[in-house]
């Protein structure tokens, strides 16, 4: 089965840097990732997808890149603001699997 | 465009208990995924339903089961509940199922007594 974890629990930041915050993947055949931003007291919130036909995708503020050979994903926040701050989230799915598997999450926090 | 919403937002039941969440999807969405998340750990999946069946399961026992509406919306039900049942429990939708772009409520935060 899958297995997606996460390099770091907690990142801190200074408010105005870029983070990165990092995930890995244990099976070769995910071919579709999320990542996810949770908030205290809210359910996920989709930011960014990307497939494994892709290297980098990018949207505003977020850039998402796959490494397939070494099974590395990393969500990188441009100029990172408080409203940042939350639980990061990854989730990986095998192809055709309706079964996501979700890492523990990073929690991301910014100061002003 | 209302996004996924969930009912109730807090419920406090006690063991041997049986509950039922409610999610709307969001508009154009016709696949609902249920997920248990335990705090400080990231969602595990329940099943997810598409065309008013069940189309797949995570590693849960039967006492966890559910339902599609004609409407989409859909029931997530737990019977005999145990203290290891509470959880906060999130909807999310999807057009399609499979590996497409899932939207999350904001949950149903469970305890149990």
């Known amino acids: 089965g899958e297995s997606v974890g996460l390099h770091l629990p907690t990142l801190s930041v200074q408010e105005g840097d870029n983070s990165i915050i990092n995930c890995a993947y244990s099976?070769?055949?995910?071919?579709?990732f999320i990542w996810y931003k949770q908030e205290s007291g809210k359910g996920p919130q989709f930011i960014i997808d990307?497939?494994?036909?892709?290297d980098k995708r990018q949207g505003q503020r977020v850039t998402v890149l796959l490494n397939k050979t070494v099974k590395h994903l990393s969500l990188q926040i441009a100029a990172t603001q408080p409203g940042d701050s939350a639980v990061y989230f990854c989730?990986?799915?095998?192809?055709?699997?309706?079964?996501?598997?979700f890492g523990r999450g990073t929690s991301l926090i910014v100061h002003p | 465009d209302a996004g996924v919403t969930q009912s109730p937002t807090h419920l406090i039941k006690t063991r041997g208990q049986q509950v039922t969440l409610r999610c709307s999807p969001k508009?154009?969405?016709?696949?609902v995924s249920w997920y248990q998340q335990a705090l400080g750990q990231g969602p595990q999946f329940i099943f997810q339903?598409?065309?008013?069946?069940?189309?797949q399961r995570g590693n849960f026992p039967d006492r966890f089961s559910g339902h599609q509406f004609p409407n989409y919306s859909s029931e997530l039900n737990v019977n005999a509940l145990l203290l290891g049942d509470s959880a906060l429990y999130l909807c999310?939708?999807?057009?399609?199922?499979?590996?497409?772009?899932?939207?999350f409520g904001d949950g149903t935060r469970l305890s149990i007594l």
């Open positions: 999310a939708s999807s057009l399609g199922q499979g590996d497409q772009p899932q939207h």
């Open positions: 099976n070769s055949a995910s071919d579709y």
């Open positions: 990307i497939r494994s036909n892709m």
């Open positions: 989730a990986g799915w095998e192809g055709g699997s309706y079964i996501p598997t």
């Open positions: 508009s154009g969405h016709d696949t």
């Open positions: 339903y598409y065309e008013e069946e069940e189309r």
